[in-house]
C-alpha cells in the first residue's frame, strides 16, 4: 500500500496501486449506469418477491406503486407516503405514476427493452473488472496484506474503540492513516467478497437462459424471484456503502483523498502532538 519507510508528519507515500486506481473509476462509472438502468427495469415489475414465483396476485414483501395521485412504498405490513418521489413523480408538470422517477433512470422515459441493453452490456464490463481486480489483487497480495484484519483488531474492544472514533469524527493522523483500519478493512472485504460477487451471482440467477444452462446458480438462491430480492438489496447496499465512502474523503480531505485515487501519491495528515 506504501513504503515503509520512517514516516515524517505530512510527507505523500505511495497509497493505491494502478490496479485499484483504474478498478475504482471504472467501476464508479459502470455502478452508476447499472444501477440508473436497473431501476428502469425494476419500474416494469416494481415488486419483490421470495421463491420461485411471483406476479400480481401474490404477496410481495416490498411494493412501490400508486394510488390515485398517492405514490406508496410497502416493506412488508409497514406502509409510507411517497407521494412526489416514489410511485408517483412530476413531470413536465404533470403527474407520472411509475415507481422510480425519470431522472434517476437509463433511460428516463419508460422503455424496458433499452434498459436491458444498457444494463446487461455494462454488466459483462462490471463482471469482467471485477475477476481482473480479484486476480491482480491476489498476485500482488493486496488482499492479504492490506485488507485481511489481523486477530487483535478483531478483538470487541478495539472494534469498539474505533466506532467510537468515527463517531467522533476523530480520524486517523500521521502513521496511523497509512493503513486502512478495521472497519475500513471489514466494509472494503464485505463489498469486495460478499456484494460484489453477490451482484454477479443473483444477476445471473435472473437470465432465463441460466434455468437450462446452469440451474445450480439459481437453486443456490431458492428461485428466481428470490434472486431478483438478493439483487436488488445488494444493490442498495452498496449505494449506502458508496454514500458512507464519499462522506469519509469529505471529512478527511477531499482534495487529498482523490488525488491519492488519480496518481496514487497521499499526503499523510500531520499527526497531534
Do not use: C
Request: proline fraction near 5%; glycine fraction near 10%.
Amino acid at each position: 500500500m506504501a513504503d515503509a519507510s520512517p514516516d515524517p508528519s505530512g510527507r505523500t507515500i505511495r497509497r493505491h496501486r494502478v490496479s485499484t486506481r483504474l478498478w475504482h473509476w471504472v467501476n464508479a462509472g459502470v455502478l452508476v449506469i447499472m444501477l440508473m438502468s436497473g431501476l428502469m427495469i425494476f419500474n416494469a415489475h416494481p415488486r419483490l418477491y421470495w421463491g420461485s414465483y411471483g406476479a400480481n396476485s401474490d404477496p410481495a414483501w416490498l411494493e412501490i406503486g400508486a394510488t390515485g395521485a398517492e405514490g406508496y412504498l410497502r416493506v412488508g405490513g409497514a406502509e409510507f407516503d411517497t407521494t412526489g418521489v416514489l410511485g408517483v413523480s412530476t413531470r413536465d408538470g404533470r403527474l407520472w405514476a411509475i415507481a422510480f422517477p425519470g431522472w434517476a433512470t437509463i433511460p428516463s422515459a419508460y422503455d424496458l427493452a433499452l434498459a436491458r441493453r444498457w444494463h446487461l452490456s455494462f454488466a459483462w464490463l462490471f463482471a469482467g473488472g471485477l475477476a481482473a481486480y480479484a486476480v491482480a489483487s491476489l498476485v500482488n497480495g493486496h488482499l492479504w496484506r492490506d485488507l485481511r484484519p489481523k486477530g487483535r483488531e478483531l478483538a470487541p474492544g478495539h472494534l469498539w474503540g474505533e466506532v467510537k472514533a468515527h463517531a467522533r469524527l476523530d480520524l486517523a493522523k500521521g502513521e496511523a492513516a497509512r493503513r486502512y483500519n478495521t472497519l475500513q478493512k471489514l466494509a472494503y472485504l464485505a463489498v469486495l467478497v460478499v456484494l460484489l460477487p453477490g451482484m454477479v451471482l443473483s444477476g445471473l440467477a435472473m437470465s432465463p437462459s441460466m434455468d437450462a444452462t446452469a440451474p445450480l446458480i439459481v437453486d443456490l438462491f431458492g428461485g428466481r424471484q428470490t434472486a431478483r430480492s438478493v439483487h436488488f438489496i445488494a444493490a442498495w447496499l452498496i449505494v449506502a456503502f458508496v454514500v458512507v465512502h464519499l462522506v469519509m474523503v469529505l471529512l478527511a480531505g477531499p482534495l487529498n483523498g482523490v488525488r491519492s485515487m488519480v496518481t496514487g501519491r497521499y499526503r499523510l495528515p500531520e499527526a497531534r502532538r
